[in-house]
């Protein structure tokens, strides 16, 4: 079975400049998470899509940050205008549904100078 | 606000020296309680998942248990490659809720 698919792995951008994530989750698993996690920080929900839908977005800077979730399927997150502090690893999940296990994709490190 | 403390920050064991990890969880009834692995540069590994006390998990040389406040991953005579940051997540019992994931443990086992 294919696990969590991220690109790029790495990227390196100016301060506002703007930048998109890209998240294929596993086969079937409704649910799609983005995390946020900062180096020795545990990772902090971003935005959690049930299918195409918004479940939680209650942590997204939405001034800066947004996402979508086409077809229920892949996913896109987006940063605009970036700001030093959003250097940190992107982190997309995915699980089958309600009480279960979330897994992980590999994880974009996002680099602001 | 769910919480979750995990301790302590960092620990270094020789090869052989068994210890355990703790998770001390605050959540508004208890769904699930999960254990990660993340190795540098990586995504988490799912390790386990305990729904209620008194549950055990066993995986190797690793053992997950589970009371109503905490949650402890046992490490029985460790090898090097279990160097790693464990990270426990809570997930709440109402709705289709996310993980909320404590800061985690990271692990140095020395041969």
């Known amino acids: 079975e294919a696990g969590v698919a991220q690109s790029p792995r790495y990227k390196i951008i100016e301060k506002r400049q703007s930048v998109a994530f890209w998240c294929n989750p596993i086969s079937g698993h409704a649910t799609l998470y983005w995390y946020q996690q900062i180096l020795g920080q545990g990772p902090k929900l971003l935005i959690q899509f049930q299918n195409n839908g918004v479940v939680d977005d209650s942590q997204l800077p939405k001034d800066r940050f947004s996402a979508e979730r086409l077809k229920g399927v892949d996913s896109t997150l987006k940063i605009q205008p970036a700001k030093l502090e959003d250097s940190a690893v992107y982190l997309c999940?995915?699980?089958?549904?309600?009480?279960?296990?979330?897994?992980f994709g590999q994880g974009t490190r996002l680099t602001v100078v | 606000e769910d919480q979750v403390t995990q301790s302590p920050e960092a620990l270094r064991l020789q090869e052989g020296e068994s210890s355990s990890l703790n998770c001390s969880y605050t959540v508004s009834g208890l769904r699930g309680l999960f254990w990660y692995r993340q190795d540098p540069g990586k995504g988490p590994e799912f390790l386990f998942t305990?729904?209620?006390a008194g549950e055990e998990k066993e995986k190797e040389r690793l053992k997950a248990t589970l009371t109503k406040k905490e949650s402890f991953l046992h490490i029985t005579a460790p090898k090097p490659e279990d160097s790693a940051t464990y990270l426990c997540?809570?997930?709440?019992?109402?709705?289709?809720?996310?993980?909320?994931f404590g800061k985690g443990t990271r692990l140095s086992v020395i041969a």
């Open positions: 999940a995915s699980s089958k549904g309600v009480g279960t296990e979330a897994f």
């Open positions: 997540a809570v997930q709440r019992g109402s709705g289709n809720t996310p993980l909320v």
């Open positions: 305990l729904y209620s």
